[in-house]
């Protein structure tokens, strides 16, 4: 699958672009500021529906304009879909494939896959277990239409047993019978989120260590491992035997939703340890093995969006990733402020690539190339 071209209307501090990408290697240079990363997140709508900032839609409407459009026409199994997302002030958000509204967005999620890699992955080593259950959860949901399902309905029954648990610390009234429905409620979702989880780590697991181990040259060793409190534990048991604990502390102590990945490097913690280098590693590796699991389950090629991905690489490993962008991906969209090393880049191709130059949020294509 790949984007053939791609209309935006006042998008963010692009006013108006009509651009028609290679299906093989786009790159975007151009200064802070300019809008290359807004142009990703252009392309970011179109296949999840929302900006990869979870910013409101408001928030990404041209200063001073009422509206924004885009429109990008995708080539999936040699036929044209055409998808459109689009909102004005004040009124709902509109996304179309081939001219038909979507009811419900989560439809659209999964059809057009992308992967990102941005400078704001780096939460995922820095914050907490929420940011790295949201970015597991994002990704399953892309391929798993029930699991989005699961997780809804885990997490409405979850908030439910919350409150009764606050309740008794305010009236001390509890009612055994309806903790009794919550608790198998939630085990039953539970359970089922937490085998999805774990499968798709176990899968990820020897990808992401393959391609930790060729960017870095093998010079450290890392780990990626599922903590849960399901685990070893039979869910149901844990919620029973928890429950005094529960009601002194007024939430559910235990359960999926406290859910984690541990990150190490050589056998330390990673966001303590590792160096900003080793660390954006970790990330792209993480990323890269992301594609591959996209790719196996559902067929297609996700767009991969490379964002600033060579800043705090030595070239030793900024020359790996462009040796692996060379031949294991699809179509690939990558910004740099730095119109060298893309060119680089684009000497490893065989002609099939654009590059563009970014200017204050206009876009022109080069064609003096590389
Ligand atoms: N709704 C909006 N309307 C107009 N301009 C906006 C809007 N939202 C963001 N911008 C502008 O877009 C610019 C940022 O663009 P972007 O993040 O794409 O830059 P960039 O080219 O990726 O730069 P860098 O190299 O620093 O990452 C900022 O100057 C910001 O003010
Ligand atoms: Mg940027």
């Given at each position: 699958m790949y984007l053939k071209s791609l209309k935006i209307i006042n998008f963010k501090n692009i006013e108006d672009a009509e651009l028609s990408f290679s299906g093989k290697l786009n790159c975007f240079t151009g200064n802070n500021g300019a809008g290359k990363t807004n142009l990703l997140d252009a392309i970011h709508y179109l296949s999840f529906t929302k900006s990869m900032f979870n910013t409101?839609?408001?928030?990404?409407?041209?200063?001073?304009?009422t509206f924004f459009v885009l429109k990008g026409n995708f080539i999936k199994t040699k036929k044209t879909e055409i998808i459109y997302c689009g909102f004005e002030k004040d009124k709902k958000k509109t996304v179309k494939r081939n001219d038909k509204a979507y009811k419900k967005f989560s439809e659209h999620i999964g059809l057009f896959p992308a992967v990102t890699v941005s400078p704001g992955d780096s939460s995922l080593i820095g914050g907490g277990g929420e940011e790295r259950r949201r970015y597991i959860d994002s990704v399953i949901s892309q391929y798993d239409k029930e699991y989005l399902y699961e997780l809804i309905n885990y997490n409405k029954i979850l908030s439910q047993r919350n409150r009764m648990l606050k309740n008794y610390s305010l009236n001390k009234y509890f009612d055994g019978d309806i903790a009794d429905i919550y608790d198998m409620q939630l085990a039953e979702y539970g359970n089922k989120i937490f085998k999805k989880r774990k499968e798709f780590i176990k899968n990820l697991l020897p990808v992401f260590t393959e391609y930790y181990e060729k960017i870095s040259n093998k010079k450290e060793s890392v780990s990626l491992t599922y903590k849960s409190h399901i685990a070893d534990s039979d869910f149901l048991m844990l919620l029973k035997s928890n429950v005094e604990k529960d009601k002194i502390l007024g939430y559910?102590?235990?359960?999926?939703?406290?859910d984690d990945l541990e990150f190490k490097i050589n056998g330390l913690s990673l966001r303590k340890s590792g160096s900003q280098g080793q660390q954006k590693t970790f990330l792209i590796s993480l990323k890269f093995a992301q594609f591959g699991f996209i790719k196996k389950i559902t067929g297609i090629n996700p767009l991969l969006l490379l964002d600033d991905?060579?800043?705090?690489?030595d070239a030793e490993r900024v020359g790996e990733i462009i040796k692996l962008t060379?031949?294991?991906?699809g179509q690939i969209f990558i910004t740099d402020t730095d119109p060298e090393r893309l060119k680089k880049i684009i000497r490893t191709e065989d002609g099939n690539f654009k590059l563009f130059e970014v200017t204050k949020g206009v876009i022109t294509e080069k064609t003096d190339g590389a």
């Open positions: 409101s839609d408001l928030q990404n409407i041209f200063h001073g304009q559910t102590s235990k359960g999926i939703h406290r991905i060579f800043d705090k690489f060379n031949n294991n991906f």
